[in-house]
């Protein structure tokens, strides 16, 4: 982070500045709890040139989650080789590297803050751009989950089965930044192992899931991640 240095930029190169120090301060702390005058501070500048860039901090906020959900959502994209589990686990583990890494500023995000009343004052996690960007790094999980399993359109149990992980992966995600209690590489196989757990109970239900997940099954070698969750079922009933 750039902190007490001064330097001429062009607008485009000083906004891109002014979003990289708040994201690195929205990743320490809540971003409600972050002043337009630390921001100004670190990143070397006058708290008036801030509002030159940004009309206040609610539209900063705005222009740093904008660039954050890009980058959670890209986080899910994966080359379509080789079996489902491990690609599910590079995904999640990319998906736990964001976490990590801005852990309060995505705590605040996905729990929102307080309900607003009329002219009271406004949450920046509750603002509407706020929603409509985590809705929509959803609907980017949601399509990338489905374009793995080879769906375009999915049966509603299918359908339930996908949307539940991605609400599961956050919740978690969630729980974890709460004293991270659970070694992250082992976090990771849970949620890989929760999706064929879903799965499974979606394929109990519906023929259309049991045939993709007897292809997925056929296609997991003996030391993915599905497999691995099968054999630790199978020793629970022996």
Known sequence: MTTGVRRRMGVEERRRQLIDVALELFSRRSPDEVSIDEIASA????????????????????????????????RFAEPREGPLGARLLRVTGRYLDFVDEHGPGFSALMRGGPAVSAGGPCSLSTAPAANALVDSVRQAAYVQLLSHLGVTEPSARLDLVVRSWIS????????????????????????????????????????????????????????????DLAGRLTGLTS
């Open 43 to 74: 990143a070397g500048i006058s708290r008036p040139l801030v509002y030159h860039y940004f009309p206040g901090k609610l539209s900063l906020y705005e222009a740093a989650l904008q660039r954050a959900s890009s980058d959670l959502a890209a």
């Open 168 to 227: 599961l992966a956050e919740s978690t995600a969630l729980i974890w930044l709460d004293g991270r209690r659970i070694p992250r590489a082992e976090l990771e196989v849970q949620l890989v192992h929760d999706f064929a757990a879903l799965l499974a109970v979606g394929a109990a239900h519906d023929e259309e899931t049991a045939a993709l997940l007897r292809g997925i099954l056929r296609d997991e070698p003996a030391d993915g991640p599905f497999t």
